[in-house]
């Protein structure tokens, strides 16, 4: 490709779950290119939480030095009612060979994995994306388009990408990590269907004082999310569910001002006592629950959001994301257990199935307050963890996650990493 040997996979997309894969794929001895249809890395606050598991998973990398150096460190999870704290979550007492979650930005992650990708020898060919993909027996023919950015329309301008250049490649694999508007996802004719109601968040990042300490937390009331981490820097991403608005995303600083920052920390997260400094980001979002039809066809295969969406609350999206990255890594690289493909796909919807809440029974355990089995079904999918760490998290709030089919834990279904 490019003038050079074909790569053994193209990965589409070099948002995190993308370069994550692309590093498991290389770090197996594979050729990997990737393209990315952006020049330059944006700053994309997004997606900031390492659950413990993925701690473990970038220590196979060799990247957790970097990682940590950029992150502080989550211990806790307290949920509160109101100002009332109703129970607590301990991420050091999980079976993890990490006794933390670590939250960074994601451009700082991402920052990292690129240069890792650069050092392995990963080819990242930025202004380009997957326009086409065919499936031609033994392999994938892809059409790669070189793209530019320009702003486009007259009065309200917007960017889009403008194709330069097209050609065409060959790949044993193509690997699917281009985002919840996937080209990848479309071209194999999957949908993606919305599995449950819209659902409505405005995020803030500001700096405060003192810092928030070693914990997430997280407040729940009726149809109502709340979610504070702490951030590097003395800064804290908060993020709070609201009703749903046809006119939903947007980060105009009118609509998203101090005050409507202020009326939502009194109203939903009481417990909050710092200062509310400067706003460094912030951001209405509307997000809904999917699941991909299927994880992958022949030898086109998708991770990340380009397979799935959910909210922010419990950062799954990315750190399960990781998993698969890692999990379709093995399955395609030279030796694979026969069936691993057909097990991937699988297990990625056991899993997601669970995450989403429609597979998953969630049982409140004797003894649980009244307030934690009334929540349950917003209280699991926030908490900052997926596969047994998810269990044994709910469990100490209170809470039996079982697969009602199998009568055993749906996420020992879903293979640990
Ligand atoms: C505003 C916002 C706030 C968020 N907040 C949180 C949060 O608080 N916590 C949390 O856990 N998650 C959050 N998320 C979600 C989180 O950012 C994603 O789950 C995470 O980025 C997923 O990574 P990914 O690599 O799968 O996809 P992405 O990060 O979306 O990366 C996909 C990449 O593919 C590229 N691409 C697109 N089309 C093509 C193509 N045709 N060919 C090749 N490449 C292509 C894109 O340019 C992009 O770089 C947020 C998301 C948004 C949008």
Redesign the pocket.
């Known amino acids: 490709m490019f003038g050079r040997k074909q790569p053994d996979v193209l990965?589409?997309?070099?948002?995190?779950?993308?370069?994550?894969t692309a590093l498991s794929l290389a770090s197996r001895g594979m050729q990997v290119e990737?393209?990315?249809?952006?020049t330059a890395r944006?700053s994309?606050?997004?997606?900031?939480?390492l659950h413990a598991r993925s701690l473990g998973l970038l220590e196979e990398l060799g990247l957790l030095p970097a990682v940590l150096n950029r992150s502080v460190r989550v211990r806790r999870v307290g949920l509160h009612d109101g100002p009332i704290r109703r129970a607590e979550a301990s991420i050091s007492r999980l079976a993890t060979d990490h006794s933390f979650a670590a939250i960074l930005r994601?451009e700082d992650l991402?920052e990292i994995l690129t240069r890792e990708a650069e050092r392995r020898g990963v080819r990242l060919r930025t202004g380009?994306?997957?326009?086409g993909v065919v499936q031609d027996g033994d392999s994938v023919r892809v059409r790669?388009?070189t793209c530019a950015a320009v702003p486009v329309g007259r009065g309200v301008q917007h960017i889009d990408?403008v194709v330069l250049g097209t050609r065409e490649v060959q790949v044993p694999f193509l690997v699917?990590?281009?985002?919840?508007?996937?080209?990848?996802r479309s071209a194999l004719g999957l949908g993606f269907p919305a599995l449950r109601e819209p659902r409505d968040?405005v995020?803030f990042e500001f700096r405060t004082d003192p810092d928030l300490g070693d914990e997430i937390r997280i407040g729940v009331e009726p149809g109502a999310t709340t979610?504070c981490?702490p951030l590097p820097g003395g800064y804290g991403?908060f993020?709070f569910e609201i009703a749903p608005d046809a006119a939903a995303?947007t980060?105009d600083p009118e609509r998203l001002g101090e005050a409507e920052l202020r009326r939502l920390l009194a109203t939903r997260a009481p417990w909050f006592r710092g200062r509310v400094g400067p706003v460094r980001w912030r951001?209405r979002?509307r997000?809904a629950s999917r699941l991909a039809e299927r994880a992958g066809i022949g030898h086109v295969w998708l991770?990340?959001?380009?397979?799935h969406?959910?909210h922010?609350?419990?950062?799954?999206?990315?750190?399960v994301?990781f998993r698969e990255g890692r999990e379709l890594a093995e399955a395609l690289a030279p030796g694979a257990v026969p069936g691993a493909l057909l097990r991937y796909e699988r297990a990625r919807r056991i899993e997601w199935e669970g995450l989403l809440g429609l597979e998953l029974d969630v049982m409140p355990r004797p003894g649980a307050a009244q307030f934690i089995g009334a929540h349950a079904a917003q209280i699991v999918p926030s908490l900052p963890a997926s596969g047994r760490d998810l269990e044994e998290l709910a469990a100490q709030v209170g809470l039996d996650l079982t697969l009602p089919i199998a009568g055993r834990s749906v996420m020992s279904a879903v293979p640990q990493v």
């Not at 922010?312 to 750190?319: F, I, K, L, V």
Request: glycine fraction near 14%; charged fraction near 20%; include cysteine.
């Open positions: 990965v589409a997309g070099a948002g995190p779950v993308g370069l994550y990737v393209v990315e249809p952006a944006a994309r606050p997004q997606a900031c939480a994601q991402e380009h994306r997957v326009g790669v388009e990408d699917g990590a281009d985002g919840k508007r996937s080209a990848v968040f995020l979610f981490w991403r993020g995303e980060d951001r979002i997000v991770v990340g959001d380009a397979l969406e959910t922010p609350a419990g950062a799954q999206s990315m750190n994301g």
